[in-house]
């Protein structure tokens, strides 16, 4: 159902959909995108797709795997959708027409019972993804790099490990997780990386049509991975620079 009068009067928004809707998300980035997780039947699940603010509903294609314990969109494309699993995530980068598996890289011993229920994403960096895990010594798990890799970050609250079960994120400050934990009310965790620049090979001075070499190197002193780091440099405006693939030459002054 749908309220576009605060409240005042409703209208039903489901042309197309079963009966039981377990999950409903807006699309941060285009309010007429919504996605819905319903019951098909007894021990099936599905997720519905609409592009005209709930009038229409399309079924996605089936994730690869079926129990889905949540759903989270991404902050600036509203095709990428993302769905919590016992113990792995789906995610789609077409609005449903297909998905791909992502796995945390856990044991196996402990990937079945990851059971995460929350996964946030970072506005600024929607490559940065944080869940919440079932095993109290894993606390969250958090990727810089959209799945490919995941990084533990337990709580031990009192000295004791301490499972996560929800998960926000400050929207003013991304790095700041509000987390509700297991018996301990909510917690701020503020992922704070560590980084530092170092250069070297480059002398005092440099001869009038001479050349030169500068090594510049970042390092994440830890203990978390950084979002996106970018590093600049200023240089005169007389030299000539002839920087490597990586980098980027934006003006001198």
């Not at 039981?20 to 285009?30: C, G, K, W």
Request: hydrophobic fraction near 40%; include cysteine; aromatic fraction near 8%.
């Amino acid at each position: 159902w749908r309220c576009a009068d605060g409240g005042v009067s409703f209208e039903a928004r489901t042309a197309g959909l079963p009966e039981l809707v377990e999950r409903i998300a807006v699309s941060p980035a285009n309010s007429s995108v919504l996605y819905v997780v319903a019951q098909i039947s007894l021990s099936t699940k599905a997720v519905f797709r609409s592009t005209d603010a709930g009038i229409n509903w399309v079924q996605a294609a089936a994730p690869p795997d079926g129990a889905i314990y949540g759903m989270t969109l991404d902050p600036v494309n509203p095709d990428v959708v993302y769905l919590v699993h016992d113990s792995r995530l789906s995610r789609s980068m077409n609005g449903g027409a297909s998905w791909s598996s992502i796995e945390f890289g856990l044991p196996a011993s402990l990937d079945t019972y990851f059971s995460g229920n929350a996964l946030v994403i970072d506005p600024v960096y929607p490559n940065t993804l944080v869940t919440s895990a079932y095993q109290p010594h894993l606390g969250f798990l958090r990727s810089v790099d959209g799945g490919a890799t995941w990084q533990s970050t337990p709580l031990n609250l009192g000295g004791v490990h301490t499972q996560v079960h929800s998960l926000a994120l400050n929207p003013q400050r991304p790095g700041l997780i509000v987390a509700g934990v297991a018996f301990g009310g909510i917690h701020e965790y503020e992922v704070s990386p560590d980084l530092g620049v170092t250069l070297s090979g480059l002398g005092p001075k440099v001869a009038a049509g001479g050349s030169a070499s500068l090594h510049v190197a970042v390092q994440n002193y830890g203990p978390h991975a950084a979002s996106a780091a970018r590093v600049a440099l200023s240089f005169p405006e007389f030299l000539t620079l002839a920087p490597p693939a990586n980098c980027v030459v934006l003006g001198q002054g």
